[in-house]
């Protein structure tokens, strides 16, 4: 009997030994599992974080949760213009304005510069023009406080990736990167034109006028991969005998990509005939699509992103509606009918009266709109081409979610 208990003592102390080592185990092993998790969530945070250090190359951009833009004021731009294009005061010093989330504004800088604006690791790139024309422009960098001012090289602002600003220079065509960390320039391709950034892959195209010939390639990695698609004037356009052809449209659509491909002609510079293609974004299985009469649809309505003003006829009664393309769905959502338009901002809908588009930028759920409102300026208008004198100019932020409308400057 004694010896029995004795036994039974010995089970129950290595039952309850072997219980204390498995129970060890399963801790050690979620404690594991959870150091792993934690790592991972970690390691996303960074990611995200990482992703988040460059904005978009636009007029607005949101930085750390404040919006960055310049503000215009009346001297900003010429008051009058060809088409109601009102160009840019070269030697004029615009205010560089943050933004915040609860509407205060701050000004960071006060300097010759408007457009595009690009912000990556705490360091905002800008651009100012060099010469009298507004046709060659300079890029330079700040930090946020608007100080350290660093000039680069002669170019415009396309597109960012990750820590890099990509840039082309207009009057060689030179396509640079700039490392936002070391402000190492590195040139990526000579003689072309930046298309879109996709994917972290750069498209571009280059034309050669003589041969007529245009093709589009992909820079990823800074390494130039080369051609991906190849089109022929003399296929296209025979009877664009000295016009040369350019992509109207460029974009990814169904997670495919679409090409506009057109020429002009005459003073007027107009659309004479293109063509649409898709393809996949290495170039394979290219195909022609059929384009609708150009003199029914206008170049507008085949932008693949963005916001910009809608065309409309009716009954002989054209309309000018604001509308925007979302960037899932490709769907054209209205922001503004023009009626809307009229009503909120006391504007005029005539033959004698304008409303463009100066600037937009989408930026997450908000949608950034600059509008001039303009009348006909005939003392300086050349032939057929009108001239417009600029009354107004609002700018306002949009709510993708809300529908709200936020008046942000006007003059």
Known sequence: ??????????IIALVSLLLIILTGCGTTKEKNEEIQSNQNNEQKKQEQEQESTTTQ???????????????LSANS?????????????TNNKNELVKLDNSGNETTILTEKGSGDICISNDKIFLRYPEDEYGNIYKIYSVNMNGENKKEYQEGELKASIKDFVICQNSSDGEIFEINAKTDEIVMLKENANVLDVIDDVIYYYE?????????????????????????????????????????????????KLKIYIGYRAGTAHMLQDEYCFTMNK???????????????????????????????????KYTNNLVYIDDSTKERKEILTEKQMNEKFKFTSDDEHTVELAE???????????????????????GWRYSYKRLKTVCFKYNIDTKEITEIFEF
């Open 207 to 255: 034309e050669d006028s003589k041969t007529g010939i245009l093709k589009v390639g992909t820079i990823k990695d800074n390494k130039d991969n080369g051609t991906i698609a190849t089109f022929s004037k003399k296929d296209l356009f025979e009877e664009a005998t000295d016009e040369s052809m350019e992509i109207v449209e460029f974009g990814e659509q169904n997670g």
């Open 1 to 10: 009997m004694k010896k029995e208990k004795i036994k039974s003592i010995l």
């Open 360 to 382: 937009s930028a989408i930026v997450e759920n908000d949608i950034y709109v600059v509008l001039d409102y303009g009348v006909h300026n005939s003392e300086e208008d050349i």
């Open 57 to 71: 190359v636009a007029p607005f951009v949101k930085y750390k949760e404040a919006t960055y833009f310049w503000k």
């Open 77 to 89: 731009r010429e008051s009058t213009g060809l088409f109601a294009k009102y160009a840019y005061k």
């Open 282 to 316: 290495d170039g394979s299985n290219l195909e022609k699509q059929e384009v609708t009469s150009l003199e029914i649809v206008s170049e507008d309505s085949q932008k693949l992103k963005g916001v910009y003003i809608d065309v409309k006829e009716e009954n002989g």
